[in-house]
């Protein structure tokens, strides 16, 4: 990797400023066996690009990963996933590596972000790559326009908020289908925040944070 790709992944590349239909996001969603990074684990993910404006699912990635251990019962009761699922899945380094190619200098757009921002940080770095990747949260956004009141710590759930909005909900709590899922609630929320104007990815980051 040449030190050129490396500080333009590290940095937001030029063009944060143009109207988020020209811009380029990859959508994350990630299943894991619990919350916290430094003792939970990845357990699969999934990735779909978002291009001008649509859906790439032609595009996207799914993988299982590899778990030091037993994955605990009260993860899998939510994805499904269990010890002999992934006991001789790829290993995370092969993970990283994929997420790696498909994200580039792009933004990332994730449901509840700090999940996968906090394992992905993790993981690269245990790869010895950088991660500072800008994200746009849509739990976050969907809480702006759907003018839900969560309570202080709460989000909007993924399910909630595509219903909300009419869209469907594609295998809940399957990496691959959540992405696809959080990737339709993105441009819904991004249409909805336009108002007839230009919208950012800029702005969009904002309203995140």
Do not use: N
């Not at 849509?138 to 702006?144: F, G, I, K, P, S």
């Not at 899922?181 to 007839?196: D, P, V, Y």
Request: proline content about 6%; some cysteine.
């Amino acid at each position: 990797m040449t030190a050129w790709a490396r500080r333009r992944r590290v940095g937001r590349p030029a063009g944060a400023d143009t109207d988020w239909r020209s811009d380029t996001f990859v959508v994350i969603d990630l299943e894991t066996t619990g919350l916290d990074p430094k003792r939970d684990h990845i357990v699969s993910y999934g990735a779909v690009p978002i291009r001008e404006g649509r859906v790439r699912v032609a595009e996207s990635v799914y993988g299982l990963v590899h778990v030091p251990g037993d994955v605990p019962g009260s993860s899998t009761k939510f994805h499904a996933l269990r010890t002999q699922d992934v006991q001789d899945a790829p290993p995370l380094a092969e993970c990283v590596a994929t997420l790696d190619a498909l994200i580039g200098g792009h933004p990332i757009v994730a449901h509840c972000a700090w999940i996968e921002r906090s394992f992905l940080r993790r993981a690269f770095r245990r790869s010895y790559l950088p991660f500072a990747c800008p994200i746009v949260d849509t739990a976050t956004l969907a809480q702006l326009v759907l003018d839900v009141d969560v309570g202080p710590g709460g989000s909007v759930s993924l399910e909630y908020a595509a219903t909300a909005l009419g869209l469907p909900v594609h295998s809940p709590h399957h990496a691959l289908g959540d992405a696809v899922t959080t990737a339709s609630l993105f441009i819904a929320l991004a249409a909805r925040l336009e108002r007839g104007g230009t919208l950012t990815t800029s702005t969009l980051l904002q309203l995140s944070e």
